[in-house]
């Protein structure tokens, strides 16, 4: 039933966290089974907790869910896990705003109108998985498996392998995550042999150079890293440890850093091959690291006796500070002061994320920057970075592919290019989308979703006609949105605290760890769990598919982790006391800190406290750390120059062009010879006839749009501009006084790609040449909490990706500004 937020407060007899927000001057509705009604009105009022992890965003923060009568009612961080520390974002207060939503899909949906009508009828969950199941079989039988796309999002650790043994068990090379986090490691591939982010000490260094990582905002967990960062500025007081933050824009990060260094958009590798000229001209580098543990500093020769060119002469030759001042109009004078403070304070890291990536040249940028780490000799030193052990479970047997998986599993993934091209990354919108519409490599039967990615993607248009050509679209989303209304069924999941789940590994973050997420309260309505839901269309395919699945549900899988966890004997559970050193201490002794009496003592011990980790770290060879050619860290990438000419001979059977420059051309790269190996600096193809360049950024508030639905949020949206469910664009207070624009006035925002509106911020933390909007409102969809409130900056950003990783160019559009009338 649907009540007021003020008539709930009174139910739970008082303040209850996020639920007492305001809402802009709507009427909140609580939307709550009445069964549970009943029992907060005429229950013991007893209050009772539970542990569980945060799934509002992949941040992976531990919870403890407060019950009156067994009815959440409210939240706060679990003190005891490691991750948060008992510390949550504005986001994770609002948890019970998702619970409660009046917006949810409450069972299975079957669209009865066109696409976008937002006709449906309730159909029986029986009903749904009958019909689907029936596609899928007759798919299998006409050799056609491989005609089926799951589109994920972000998923990881168990539901990542869950839906990735579906589909291979099924027969289909199609399972993609548009949040690009596989293709976000390509730049480490090429550079260490493997994609695994690595984890930076922050605690143990004395400085910190941040090239357009905003972790305290935009990362894989910025709770994790606010407590980090916050004990980095406690002991910076006594040891003068420092942090310098480089962006266009002045961030959350930037504006906590001791030094902001304002820089041009898409010069970021610039700048960063400027510091390593620095470092090596002034012989600040470490030599020993250099010598033993990399590849391709030098020019060197090959087994032909060719000759190449190395990373040093290539530095030393195109990139002195002067040249990079006029490229990045970072001061020649400054360029000289960060190189000598990277190379004369140690330890000392660098990192690099969002804004230094975010274009065409993002690949090359990371690489720049990952190098100056390798120039440091950072790896496996305290202070500077290092790579977590996998952890020594193991979660499934392999899948068993019939005769027909086999054939599937085999043919080209339709994100692949078929004209010889086929790029390096895993997943790109624009390639995905134009072969969907022109049935390359084949056409597309069957199309599973999680996720918006509709509001997220650069290709909006493209990609809304390409999800109507797919006969059978299935959402798994609890909200009707911008890409499911597409979709022909819409079979709804538990939001987070309905559900059984696992939060592992989460990227950068220091240690091993395992968080269970558990149900705190029965689902409220007739959803179903997206791995069960799975499970459920295996056993009715049958054979090998229902094979790949040897528990009855999800949780089972769970159980079995956990079960594997304690077998290993490692780590221990989440709790008070249990700190790092103190568990170093006793496993260098033979001894361990939990000795658990049963498999159900650890798996009940488990759910109360939330989690298990291991902050232990061994120490690994260099051999262990880079898999490349060469076994060392690599500056000229081979893994490159191979895949570049493996590109080469699929261009050549195709009849295309045969030499790495054409093809590198045809990416939009201008290197020649053995520079495009190398990090080096592209420049971004802006167009000349805009002024200023676009920047969009996430805010914690609503990461990748998610929280629009969430009253709480819409009401912090901008906080730190005083904005409220509402865009704004922010602009130099300088540009703005030559156009006539004071804060506050309407303005349009016009590229070539479309017109936005929105209230002029002036904000001297922007370069003036570029303008910045958030990223996260604009709905279209999505419930009444996030329908027409604000613009979506990617409506008007043009449709440029990095071509080597695939990765949106969210900085690559240039913008006017006008008074709006």
Known sequence: MEISRRDFIKLVGGVSGAIAAGSYGLNQIIDIPEKLVEKLKNGHRIESWKSTICGLCPGGCGIRVRLINDVPVGLKGNQYYPINQGGMCPTGHAALQQLYNPDRVKGPLKRIG???????????????????????????????????????????????????RFMKAYGSPNYFQTSHAQNNSIPFIFTQGHGLRPTYDILNTKLILSFGANFLEEGFSPIYYTKLFSHFKEAAKEREAKFI????????????ADRWIPIMPGTFGALALGIAFVLIREELFDKEFIKNHSFGFEDWKDNSGNKHLGFKNLVLSDYYPEKVSSITNVPSKTILEIARDLGNIRPSLVLGDQGAVNNTNGTYTQMAIHSLNALLGNFEKEGGLYFIDKPSYD?????????????????????????GFSPIFDFSFEIFTKNILSDQPYPIEVLFIKGNPLFQSLYQHELAEAIKKIPLVISFDSFINETNEYA??????????????????????????????????????????????LIDIAKRINGTVALAFPFESYKDEIHNVVENIYKSGEGAIASEGVEGVWLEYLQQRGWQIGRYASLDEFWNLLLEKGGWWNPIKKKKLSSEIFKTPSGKFEFYSQILKDKLDSLNKNAEKNKST???????????????????????????LYEDNFPLILITYQLLTNRNGESSNLPLMQEMFGYTMRQYWDSWVEINPVIAAEKGITDGNWVWIESSVG?????????????????GIPFGLGHTSYGRYAKGFGVNPTSIIKNHYDL??????????????????
């Open 658 to 684: 045969k030499e790495t420059e054409s093809l590198l051309v045809k990416l939009n790269f201008s290197a020649k010879g053995d520079t495009i190996f190398l990090p080096h600096h592209e420049n971004v």
């Open 488 to 533: 022909n069924y819409i079979l709804p999941d538990h939001t987070f605290l309905e559900k059984w789940d696992e939060s592992s590994n989460i990227p950068t973050v220091g240690f091993n760890h395992f968080g269970i997420q558990q149900p705190v309260v029965e689902p409220l309505f007739d959803t179903r769990h997206t791995g069960d839901v």
């Open 395 to 419: 979660k499934f047997p392999p899948v068993k592919e019939d005769s027909i998986a086999k054939i599937g599993n085999q043919r080209i993934p339709v994100s692949k290019l078929t004209d």
């Open 804 to 821: 080597i990783s695939g990765l949106p160019a969210l900085h690559a559009t240039k913008v006017k500004i006008s008074l709006a009338t």
């Open 755 to 771: 017109t936005i509106k929105a209230r002029a911020k002036l904000f001297p933390g922007i370069i003036p040449s570029a303008v």
């Open 245 to 256: 933050y480089i962006d266009s824009r002045m961030s959350l990060s930037g504006a906590n």
């Open 114 to 164: 066109l696409q976008k009508s937002g006709k449906w009828k309730s159909i029986s969950w029986d009903d749904a998985l009958s019909t689907i199941s029936k596609k899928l079989i007759e798919l299998r039988k006409d050799g056609k498996s491989h005609q089926t796309v799951f589109l994920g999002y972000d998923e990881h650790g168990l539901m990542k392998e869950h839906i990735s």
